[in-house]
């Protein structure tokens, strides 16, 4: 291959807005984060998030326009609750209205449970839930991207794979389909293709 192929393809492609690529990245689950002060519990809804380390570190996007960001920032710990299906309506409508105003919890009905390493509760009714603490926080006030350490993992081992619900960025979301297993090409990387 040369360095610059001379074919262009501009007739199967049309220029796509740059204010739209996050959709084609986006489909990481979307998530409820719960926080807790000590004195006031919340949740909010986040799309924006991707592992960055096996086993220990994870990145979401958390702006200083969510009352989240506050308790992000002053207790240094979170749990990253991960929802199936069913609670997808519930999970769009945390994204739209804010901690300081309604106590989410109770408005949709949602059942915090004691984790183990961090304050912040989990989310019961999620089939997964991860438990971290700020890893690093220097690309916050440029990118309002953290960095989280993952302290603590819990499983529901009854949930289906995939069971996560992916936002595609303009309020529309995909639900797993078909499962493509190709564990066995996995050559390589043969170590994590194992449960
Ligand atoms: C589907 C969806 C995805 C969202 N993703 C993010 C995100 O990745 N980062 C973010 O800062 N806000 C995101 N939001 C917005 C917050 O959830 C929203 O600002 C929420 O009201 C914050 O709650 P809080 O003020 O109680 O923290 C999303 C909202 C929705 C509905």
């Known amino acids: 291959m040369t360095d610059r192929p001379t074919n ?10 740059l204010d739209k690529v996050h959709r084609l990245f986006e489909p990481g689950p979307v998530v409820l984060v719960s926080t807790s002060d000590g ?3 919340n949740l909010m809804t986040n799309g924006f998030n991707m592992p960055v380390r096996h086993s220990s570190t994870i990145a979401l996007v ?24 069913e ?18 919890w109770e408005r949709y009905g949602l059942t915090p449970a004691p984790g183990e390493a961090v304050r912040a509760p989990l989310v019961a009714e999620c089939f997964a839930n991860v438990e971290c603490t700020v890893a690093d926080d220097r690309l916050v006030d440029d990118h309002d991207l953290w ?3 993952i302290e603590q993992a819990w499983i529901d081992p009854a949930a289906p ?21 190709l564990r066995a090409r996995m050559t390589k990387w043969e170590a994590l293709t194992r449960d």
């Open 8 to 17: 262009r393809l501009t007739d199967r492609f049309t220029r796509y807005p």
């Open 39 to 41: 004195r006031h519990a």
């Open 62 to 85: 958390v702006g200083p326009w969510d009352d989240t960001f506050t308790a992000l920032r002053d207790t240094g710990e979170c749990v990253v609750g991960i929802p199936g299906r």
């Open 87 to 104: 609670l997808l309506e519930k999970v769009v409508d945390i994204g739209n209205v804010s901690g300081a105003d309604v106590d989410k």
């Open 147 to 149: 960095l989280l350490r």
């Open 161 to 181: 794979a995939g069971a996560e619900i992916h936002h595609r960025g303009d309020g529309t979301f995909s639900a797993n389909g078909e499962l493509i297993d």
